[in-house]
C-alpha cells in the first residue's frame, strides 16, 4: 500500500474507522456464528485477519490524513470479505444437501461482497480523492476475496487442494518479488489480464452454488488455473526482459 498520492487531508487518523469497522465485523460475525452455529475458528480466523489488514491501515496510511469515503467503502466491503473468509474453511460442516442454508447464504453474501467491488472506486472518483493506496486496499481485499472462495470450494469438495493455486499465486509472485527485486516493476495495463481475473471470480463465484456440480466446476476451475498460470508467465516474460531499463511500452 502507498500514501504519498492521496489528495484528502484532515486532522484525523483512521483509527475510528479501524474501530468502527471491528464493531460491524463482531455484529455481522454474531449474527453468522448464532444463525449457522459457527464455532471459535470461525472467530479466530476473521479477527486475525482484520487485525493483519489494521496493521496494514495504519502502517502505510498517514496518520494525520482523513480516511476518506471511499476507504471507508472499501474496508465496510472488507467486513463481509472477512467474515467470508473466516467462515470458508467450515463450509464442509454445512454441505449434507444442496438445500442447505447455510451454503445460500455463503454464496448470496459473496455475490454481495462482489457487487460492492467498484463501489470505492465511483466514490473516489466522484470526490477527487483517488490514490495510491486506495487501489491497493482495493486490490489486497480482492486477492483475499479470490483466495477465501478457494478455499471455500476445496471445502464444499468442489474441487481437489489444487485449487488453492488461483489464489496463492499471486502471493507467490509477492513473495518471488524480494529476492528479485524487478519483479516489483509496474506492468502495462492489459485486457487480458483483466478478462482472465473476470473470467477467475466467475468460475468461483459459480463453483460455491450448492447446486453446482462439482465436475463442472473443477473443469471450469481448472480451465481458469491454466489462463492464470499463462498470463502470470507472460507478465514474467515481460519484466524479466526488461529488468534493466525499466520499459513500460505496452507488450
Known amino acids: ?99 442447505s442454508p447455510a451454503l445460500w447464504s455463503y454464496a448470496v453474501i459473496s455475490l454481495i461482497a462482489l457487487l460492492l467491488d467498484g463501489v470505492d472506486g465511483k466514490i473516489a472518483r466522484a470526490t477527487g480523492s483517488h490514490s495510491a493506496f486506495g487501489a491497493r486496499f482495493d486490490m489486497e481485499l480482492d486477492a483475499l476475496f479470490i483466495l477465501g472462495l478457494c478455499v471455500a470450494t476445496l471445502a464444499l469438495e468442489k474441487a481437489g487442494s489444487w485449487v488453492l493455486a488461483l489464489g496463492l499465486m499471486r502471493y507467490l509472485f509477492i513473495l518471488a518479488s524480494w529476492p528479485l527485486p524487478w519483479l516489483n516493476n509496474p506492468l502495462p495495463d492489459s485486457f487480458r489480464r483483466k478478462t482472465i481475473c473476470v473470467w477467475q471470480v466467475v468460475t468461483l463465484m459459480v463453483a460455491v452454488v450448492p447446486i453446482t456440480p462439482a465436475l463442472f466446476a473443477s473443469l471450469t476451475l481448472g480451465l481458469a488455473l491454466a489462463l492464470l498460470a499463462w498470463s502470470f508467465y507472460l507478465d514474467v516474460r515481460w519484466l524479466y526482459q526488461r529488468r534493466q531499463n525499466h520499459e513500460t511500452v505496452i507488450s
Not at 53 to 79: E, I, M, P, Y
Request: proline share 2%.
Open 1 to 99: 500500500m502507498d500514501s504519498t498520492s492521496t489528495s484528502m487531508k484532515g486532522s484525523f487518523s483512521p483509527i475510528s474507522d479501524l474501530i468502527l469497522g471491528m464493531l460491524g465485523l463482531a455484529g455481522v460475525s454474531f449474527f453468522l456464528a448464532k444463525a449457522f452455529d459457527l464455532q471459535t475458528g470461525f472467530w479466530l480466523i476473521t479477527f486475525a485477519f482484520y487485525l493483519g489488514q489494521s496493521v496494514l491501515v495504519l502502517r502505510h496510511w498517514r496518520w494525520r490524513a482523513d480516511f476518506g469515503w471511499a476507504n471507508r467503502a472499501t474496508l465496510l466491503r472488507s467486513v463481509l470479505v472477512l467474515a467470508l473468509v473466516g467462515w470458508a474453511p467450515f463450509l464442509g460442516d454445512h454441505s449434507s444437501s444442496a438445500a
